[in-house]
């Protein structure tokens, strides 16, 4: 593809000029990883490095445990520790020579190993005294596709989708499709990626049909050198829909069979299938409460189909009964009383908030309280409530907020990364999942920077200690320059962008003031006859004229009580709750006194204001970084960062606009005049 945008992080043109030059390569040619690693090498310097045996100074040795070059370097139980995906980079030094080693106990961390080499030449981070040992902080780490079998991507920014792009009655494959399904097992490779889940969660039952699973066979014979499983989402009642059965009850023998069945006909085709995808009884779709059993019954029948195959069900936790009681309290209530219920190949996937996504949310009370079930958090990589995409928001700060957030499930520093990835409770399951924001747009995903979205999500996958900070630096250097001159002030705004974002569209703890449907812009007035309660952003904001929030303390609707002390006493106190949660745990009088002396009304406005110089600022940061890129990605971006500080300005008149009615009171005479009606 000619955009430049399409290389994503992977362009290596520094390959040669920021590094020694390797005199040779000693590896078995005929290994994934080193055939990889030579095609790039080859691609980007022109040159093929040669492939040399015996000691020669400045040699590449690159192999597993198993290989002669490596069984010699006497670093067998470091491999080992490393287990299959981990891997080490050293640099050893005999009689005056230097070599330097990937090693690795399996050929799945041998690729990951050689695209860290390939990484660290680009990012100007190698050197001859490299001592790296890497492993995985989850087993799991796979992206979740919404993709409809037509083509269409439920709430994708970023074209249709690239797994199932022709018609919907009779799948296709074309070349084109091979070559961009290679290109993105190679991008996900180079991040460590392990898994796709190739449909909407919103599953068709059309899914599991002879038809697609040959395709998805197709799919997977592509990304299995890449150590890339596939798993698919299934839609509850598929015995029912797809298998004419009279029921899809999880307990009836039949249907039973059926999955059974149904399990085996995929490993026959796709022998390390990694198994399913659930969102039952959540937004009107089938599942095992529709005939009186529980998301354990539901979950445990499908595991047991897949066991014998080595599959797992990842089984969502996005479940919400309109009007049962306060929205955010709701998946703790259906699932605690099922912990401990579920085999051991069931993980619950939890979104990291307690409602869906927003710009900013406590993390979910599920992680820590679910101690005998393993859980994996599901963060959203797609701007649905982000601005599309539009902005230029870089979400790895978010998830890094996320990931240590503090649950004191077990103490101090019982962070949310700490329960779920084996550290806290000693589970054999983990994973991560994000929500993928890839489709067909020459630069894959919309807007540039929401490639170091996808690039973030998989590292912290990777690593769920690495900071935001060491995340996009690796990401600008690799993308776009190294020069110091242009990574610091980009690298500024992306850490900022988050935070902008937030301030301008829902600030000090607002939540869910979207449009209604589609999510992009502000609505805090809507109020659409008939519809769900708790899809109306007024169900969320409850401004009057005697305040605004959502009082989830004791005395409103409680949620505070399902977090672990301290913190349930924190949020629970308006004068301890952190501000940037405040309106999210309690309402407040329009004069409410905030920690920085100003009043409530006043902070607000001065906090949406905030957001909307921030953007200014980024456009302004952007415009001088034009002479370090090229045209084409300078334009793209200068006209994304256009559009979002129009958007700023518009979310901060429509919020102040329509909540100042109810304040009564002035927008400060310092900040920027509403330019809206
Ligand atoms: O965020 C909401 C979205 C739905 C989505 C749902 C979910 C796939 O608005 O589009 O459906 O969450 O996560 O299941």
Redesign the pocket.
């Known amino acids: 593809n000619a955009e430049n945008g399409h290389q994503l992080w992977l362009r290596f043109d520094r390959l040669e000029a920021e590094s020694p030059v390797f005199s040779g390569i000693n590896a078995d040619k005929s290994k994934f990883a080193v055939k990889e690693f030579q095609q790039i090498w080859k691609e980007k310097t022109g040159k093929l490095l040669p492939v040399v045996s015996g000691q020669i100074d400045n040699q590449l040795i690159v192999g597993t445990r198993k290989d002669k070059n490596i069984l010699s370097l006497g670093i067998d139980k470091e491999l080992v520790r490393q287990g299959k995906e981990g891997y080490v980079i050293k640099t050893i030094s005999k009689q005056n020579k230097t070599f330097t080693v990937v090693a690795s106990a399996d050929e799945k961390g041998l690729l990951y190993g050689v695209y860290h080499l390939l990484r660290i030449l680009q990012t100007g981070e190698f050197n001859k005294a490299l001592n790296i040992s890497e492993k995985p902080s989850y087993s799991v780490r796979v992206l979740n596709h919404?993709d409809n079998l037509d083509g269409t991507i439920?709430?994708g920014y970023a074209g249709r989708s690239i797994f199932w792009r022709y018609s919907e009655e009779h799948p296709t494959i074309t070349d084109k499709d091979i070559s961009l399904w290679r290109e993105y097992a190679r991008a996900n490779a180079s991040i460590g990626i392990n898994g796709s889940v190739l449909n909407?969660?919103?599953a068709s039952p059309k899914m599991l049909s002879e038809e697609y699973l040959l395709k998805v066979k197709a799919i997977a014979s592509e990304l299995r050198p890449y150590n890339i499983k596939v798993y698919l989402s299934i839609n509850f009642s598929s015995p029912t829909n797809l298998g004419g059965l009279k029921t899809s009850d999880p307990l009836n023998p039949e249907v039973k069979m059926w999955w059974a069945k149904k399990v085996n006909e995929i490993y026959k085709l796709i022998p390390d299938f990694g198994g399913f995808l659930v969102?039952a009884n959540?937004?009107g779709l089938p599942g095992p409460q529709d005939f009186g059993r529980t998301h354990a019954d539901g979950a445990n029948m499908l595991a047991d189909a897949l066991k014998p195959h080595g599959g797992i069900v990842m089984w969502?936790a996005?479940v919400y009964d309109a009007g049962k009681d306060d929205r955010a309290k709701l998946a703790y209530k259906e699932f605690m009383p099922l912990d401990g219920q579920f085999r051991d190949n069931v993980i619950i996937q939890v979104?990291n908030g307690p409602i869906?996504?927003q710009p900013r949310e406590p993390f979910s009370p599920l992680f820590g309280a679910m101690k005998k079930t393993p859980l994996m958090p599901e963060v959203?990589i797609t701007q649905?409530y982000l601005g599309f995409s539009n902005h230029l928001v870089f979400l790895s700060t978010m998830w890094e907020e996320f990931l240590e957030s503090d649950t004191y499930c077990n103490g101090k520093g019982s962070t949310v990364a700490k329960t779920t990835d084996g550290t806290i409770f000693k589970q054999k399951l983990t994973a991560i999942a994000g929500v993928a924001n890839i489709g067909l747009d020459a630069n894959w995903c919309g807007h540039q920077f929401a490639q170091a979205n996808w690039y973030a999500f998989g590292r912290l996958a990777w690593n769920n200690s690495l900071t935001s900070a060491k995340i996009a630096d690796e990401w600008i250097k690799q993308t776009f320059s190294s020069d110091a001159k242009f990574v610091e002030p980009v690298k500024s705004m992306m850490l900022e962008s988050r935070e902008a974002t937030v301030n301008y569209m829902m600030p000090l703890g607002l939540h869910h003031l979207f449009a209604y449907g589609h999510?992009y812009g502000p609505e805090p007035w809507c109020d659409v006859a008939g519809a769900r309660q708790d899809w109306m952003p007024k169900y969320y904001h409850n401004a009057s004229v005697k305040g605004i929030g959502f009082d989830r303390s004791t005395t409103g609707s409680n949620a505070v009580l399902q977090y672990f002390s301290p913190l349930k006493e924190d949020f629970n106190d308006a004068n301890t709750c952190p501000d940037k949660y405040i309106l999210w745990f309690h309402f407040l009088p329009w004069d409410f006194k905030m920690k920085s002396g100003r009043i409530l009304w006043d902070e607000l406005c001065y906090t949406y204001d905030k957001g909307v110089q921030q953007t200014r600022e980024f456009q302004k940061n952007w415009d001088k970084a034009e002479r370090f890129v090229d045209p084409e990605r300078f334009t793209q971006v200068q006209n994304r960062l256009r559009i979002q500080a129009h958007d700023a300005v518009w979310w901060k008149d429509a919020c102040l606009l329509y909540f100042q009615q109810f304040s009564k009171r002035p927008i400060p005479y310092d900040i920027e005049r509403p330019v809206y009606k």
């Open positions: 919404w439920e709430r909407n969660v919103n969102k959540s937004e969502r996005f979104k869906d996504f959203q649905e999510h």
